[in-house]
Structures are given as structure tokens and as C-alpha cells.
């Protein structure tokens, strides 16, 4: 895929998140970051006392719960346009015993390097036109 077609896909993107972004909350508890990554923290539902539990067994009803809130996600995420064009930014984290961090972001290009060159771009474009007015 050639870079025009990255991001033209990515600002297709962009708009999808921007325009529904507070339906992500409502619906997912979901926040999008100045990168237009999309993270949220998922709990696991209480299912009794989870310091007393087998580690497998809450494994086990982790990856349940996990499967079930990416189901919906991804069927919200294809009702918005942005099918084939999400992925999993970075690994899941766990928090703990019932808490797991998840940041999703465009799929064909890292958005946090593209978001520090685009800065990194501007900031020196600004100091060369401060240096230049100031001759």
C-alpha cells in the first residue's frame, strides 16, 4: 500500500474517531488521546472475591469478558467506517487482578512517531522563520 493510500485511510480514520467521540465514551468508556488513539481501562464485572480465586480460573473469565467487549467493539467500530483500519496499538496491560488497559490506533502507521516528527517538523519550521525575520 502506497503512503497516499495510508493517509487518505488515516484521516478517513481521524474523522470516524473525531465525529463519534463522545459515543465512545457513552458506549465504551473509551477517550481519544491528541494522537487520535483511542484507550480505555476495561474492568473485569465482580464475580466474587477475586484475591481468593485460582489464577486460571479469573484468566479464564478475563478472556470471556475480553472477547465479549471486543465483539461489540468491533461491530461499533464497522457501524462507524473504520473496519480493516483499527488495530491493537500497543499489548494489553493488566492493571490488576481485575483491570486491563487497551489502546487502539490506526493500523498503518504508528501514530505516536508520526505525531513527534509532525512536532518535531513544525517547531524547527517555526525557529528557521524566527531566525530568518530576525536578520
Do not use: C
Amino acid at each position: 500500500m502506497n503512503i497516499f493510500k495510508k493517509l487518505n485511510l488515516y484521516f478517513k480514520y481521524r474523522s470516524s474517531v473525531l465525529k463519534n467521540k463522545k459515543d465512545l465514551f457513552i458506549k465504551f468508556n473509551i477517550k481519544v488521546d491528541m494522537v487520535n488513539r483511542m484507550y480505555t481501562v476495561v474492568n473485569i464485572p465482580d464475580v466474587g472475591e477475586p484475591y481468593n480465586m485460582r489464577r486460571s480460573d479469573l484468566e479464564k473469565i478475563s478472556e470471556e469478558h475480553m472477547k465479549g467487549y471486543f465483539q461489540k467493539l468491533s461491530e461499533y467500530f464497522n457501524s462507524i467506517g473504520l473496519s480493516e483500519i483499527y488495530d491493537i496499538d500497543r499489548p494489553i496491560e493488566r492493571l490488576d487482578k481485575m483491570s486491563y488497559l487497551v489502546v487502539i490506533g490506526y493500523k498503518f502507521i504508528n501514530l505516536s512517531k508520526m505525531h513527534f516528527w509532525a512536532l518535531t517538523a513544525l517547531i524547527t519550521s517555526l525557529t528557521l522563520v524566527t531566525i530568518i525575520y530576525s536578520l
